[in-house]
């Protein structure tokens, strides 16, 4: 096969594992630098520039698009899937699983278990949204926040009250959720390739840190899930349209809630932690799927 790695830069962990996983199984990959392509548009003749030559020939590309750049990158891997190239996620599943609010109301409305959350625009009746939730703790999470930063916990009504506030002052758009404290500070990401989990990490904050963020200082470890964990991950993947996908949940008391599902998973903590080879699981899941047109969307919608 011949693959495009989408990335900024190539020499990120993950995507040195991918170009090395790639090469390993036989494939010939290279790294396009989504921002510096040119996207082509004529009627029925989709094409793209890279550095002053045409992408062409690709059987596979391998989107790894940061969230500062969704909106570029994914009208650049909507070209690829219009040109017929298959992609590892499609650009619709990415800019679904980009909208928190909107993943949310999609895993709901299909009975995944999610830490209850209220979504709001209007900030004046704070102490509503506190008691909708059942009251204090709660924790607060700025929309655009990313790697821990933007979540904050309301640990009494008043200092919640006056978070939300102040948030609201700022503008920001904001959810505002049960805290699950059972799960003591640490989260599961299941790895989800092709309706598979192919590996788990328990995360566990900082001493003093609800936060389990890797980025936060938290430490990971392997995990074993159990199969209610392992089928809530598979079909939250599946409800956001993701081949691959790395599904963060909570350990309730109520069962497994799910807090994000992130397209563009990190491999270094989890191949780390776990010892499994994900990046060799991706191409392989490109070897069985890869086909010209194969996109079910391409490019629509
Ligand atoms: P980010 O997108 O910034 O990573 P998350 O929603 O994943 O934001 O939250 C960051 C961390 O905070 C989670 O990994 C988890 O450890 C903790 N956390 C988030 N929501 C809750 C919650 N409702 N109850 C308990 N802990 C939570
Ligand atoms: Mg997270």
Same mark, same amino acid.
């Given at each position: 096969?011949?693959? #495009?790695? @989408? ?26 630098? *989504? ?12 094409? @793209? ?22 909106? !570029? ?13 298959? %992609? ?11 909208? =928190?609010?909107?993943?949310?109301? +999609? ?11 209220? !979504? ?15 009251? #204090? %703790? ?7 926040? *990313? ?5 904050? +916990? ?8 006056? @978070?939300?506030?102040? !948030? /609201? ?5 904001? +959810? ?13 990401? $299941? +790895? ?8 788990? @990490?328990?995360? =566990? ?39 691959? $996908? ?26 780390? #932690? *776990?010892?499994?080879?994900? #990046?060799?699981?991706?191409?392989? !899941?490109?070897?069985?799927?890869? =086909?010209?047109?194969?996109?079910? *969307?391409? /490019?629509?919608?």
């Amino acid at each position: 096969m011949k693959i #495009a790695l @989408m990335a900024r830069n190539a020499n990120l962990y993950s995507h040195q594992r991918l170009i090395e996983a790639a090469e390993d199984r036989g494939h010939e990959i290279d790294v396009i630098d *989504t921002m510096r392509v040119y996207i082509h548009i004529a009627s029925h003749r989709p094409e @793209m520039y890279y550095r002053g030559e045409k992408v062409e020939g690709y059987d596979a590309v391998i989107p790894r698009i940061g969230a500062s750049v969704t909106f !570029f990158g994914t009208a650049v891997l909507r070209q690829f899937e219009m040109m017929g190239v298959y %992609p590892l996620n499609e650009s619709v599943a990415i800019s679904r699983s980009r909208d =928190k609010l909107r993943s949310h109301q +999609l895993l709901a409305r299909r009975g995944i278990g999610l830490p209850v959350t209220v !979504f709001a625009h209007s900030t004046s009746r704070a102490d509503d949204i506190v008691e909708m939730l059942g009251g #204090a %703790p709660v924790v607060i999470k700025l929309l655009e926040g *990313t790697q821990g930063i933007g979540v904050v +916990l309301g640990e009494t009504p008043g200092a919640a009250k006056s @978070m939300i506030q102040a !948030f /609201g002052g700022l503008k920001a758009n904001i +959810l505002v959720q049960e805290f699950i404290k059972e799960s003591g500070g640490s989260d599961i990401r $299941c +790895l989800v390739v092709g309706e598979k989990v192919v590996a788990s @990490m328990m995360r =566990k904050g900082a001493e003093g840190d609800f936060r389990s963020n890797l980025h936060r200082g938290g430490s990971a470890a392997s995990v074993k899930i159990t199969p209610e964990e392992r089928s809530t991950a598979v079909r939250a993947a599946k409800i956001m349209g993701l081949n691959v $996908c790395g599904v963060d949940m909570l350990r309730s008391n109520h069962g497994p809630v799910v807090m994000e599902v992130n397209s563009s998973p990190g491999l270094e903590g989890v191949e780390k #932690a *776990t010892g499994k080879d994900v #990046a060799g699981a991706i191409i392989a !899941f490109l070897e069985k799927n890869a =086909k010209p047109n194969k996109t079910r *969307t391409r /490019g629509r919608g």
